[in-house]
């Protein structure tokens, strides 16, 4: 049996080690402390600024470029999982029978994926947006008896695809981010081959459906 002066010294010792910063650094957080960061561990990107390019289905059957900013916004960023939304704006150039016309578009759509924090986030993106696409023609264009003159309208262009891409933390928060995708994009635009056929049948529409590769390049926190 322990005596009673070997006993105090012992419960004396099992305090102070309780008490130790070794040992409380492992216990729960309390209420409105905030967690020190592991080391290695890096933040769930939250908002990104970037530039994106990608190309939709012209009239004639070739690509029409567009490039425009990207806002991306998470409002669920977990470790593995992300949920968030998006906006998505910029401008091209069309050209067609020696006529020109300038695009103009706005996006606003959903994106998901998963990802895994580190100082290099790989990361996997779905997404579809929705919205408007505006073109002016800045020149007449006149083909097999067909005029169009110098005009503008507004139709409608949605698309979705896939980004797959890596975040790369600098300082803090600040990341940088390049990702690689296809898109499927489809808008609403004239039938030109049918009013070439048929040219006294006036303006003729259809849907225009293409697929592209897409770039993106940002900077985000």
Sequence with gaps: MLRPERLRTLLLMLLLFGL????RAEEPDEPGVRRRAVPGERPNPRLKLAYRTLAIAGLDGSSLWLHGGELDAYVLSRRW????????????????????????????GLVAGIQ???????????????????GKLDTTLVAAGVSLPRT?????LYGGGIDAGVEIYTVGRLYLSLALGWVRSTWRGVDL????????AGVVLKDLT???????????I
Excluded: I
């Design 20 to 23: 130790s910063p070794s040992v």
């Design 81 to 108: 999982l992300r949920l968030g939304a998006e906006l998505h704006g910029g401008a091209g150039q069309a050209s067609l029978a020696g006529a020109s016309a300038g695009l103009g578009y706005g996006l606003l």
């Design 116 to 134: 895994l924090p580190a100082r290099l986030t790989p990361f996997l993106e779905g997404r579809f947006a929705a919205g408007v696409l505006a």
């Design 152 to 156: 503008s309208a507004v139709t409608y």
């Design 193 to 200: 081959q049918a009013m070439l056929r048929a040219p006294q």
């Design 210 to 220: 293409g697929d592209s590769v897409t770039l993106k390049v940002g900077l985000g």
